[in-house]
């Protein structure tokens, strides 16, 4: 499953990639482009 909380300006996740595959990495991907 897929854990995420935002409150402010922090945002947190857990979830693990070797169990999500390809849509596990896209959401790294996305998570790791964000503009702040």
């Given amino acids: 499953f ?3 909380v935002a409150r402010n ?3 947190a996740t ?3 990639l070797e169990k999500s ?3 596990g ?3 790294l991907d996305n998570f790791c ?3 702040l």
């Fill in 25 to 27: 990495l896209k959401l």
């Fill in 9 to 11: 300006n922090v945002i």
């Fill in 14 to 16: 857990q979830f693990h």
């Fill in 33 to 35: 482009r964000l503009k």
């Fill in 21 to 23: 595959g390809a849509a």
């Fill in 2 to 4: 897929v854990a995420a």
